[in-house]
């Protein structure tokens, strides 16, 4: 049995990742690394969404919302994130997502000065339908 989630879709993500570093490089905001990302999604014809609203309700009521950086084929959140290393808010901010949206997986991709780094991360809540 295949453990990896969305395999293929993934390897496209984690390719689309490496080209943009590959070509910028490091040191610039998120949002330009959001903008190439982007680019590469319609070029490569991965269907995406970007900054996803979903709303946090308590009770009943609307208390905040969360905004996905980009949703991939309505399977897999892309969160973009430029740094060293792995912020502990991060991965926090990531798990969020996938409870709010009951999604399998979510990629936290980190452009750091060495590379571009990935990281997986599984709703455990999720992980087995």
Do not use: C, H
Request: proline share 2%.
């Amino acid at each position: 049995m295949d453990k990896i989630i969305y395999r293929e879709l993934s390897y496209q993500i984690v390719g689309v990742m490496y080209d943009v570093y590959n070509t910028l490089g490091y040191g610039y905001q998120e949002k330009y690394y959001e903008r190439a990302v982007e680019k590469l999604f319609i070029l490569k014809n991965i269907s995406y969404k970007k900054q996803v609203p979903y709303k946090i309700a308590f009770r009943g009521e609307i208390i905040g919302r969360y905004f996905l950086d980009f949703l991939v084929d309505d399977k897999i959140i892309i969160e973009l994130k430029r740094g060293n290393y792995f912020a502990k808010r991060n991965i926090e901010q990531v798990k969020a997502y996938l409870k709010i949206t009951n999604l399998k997986l979510a990629i936290l991709a980190n452009f750091t000065p060495s590379g571009v780094r990935l990281y997986r991360v599984l709703n455990p809540q999720n992980q087995f339908e």
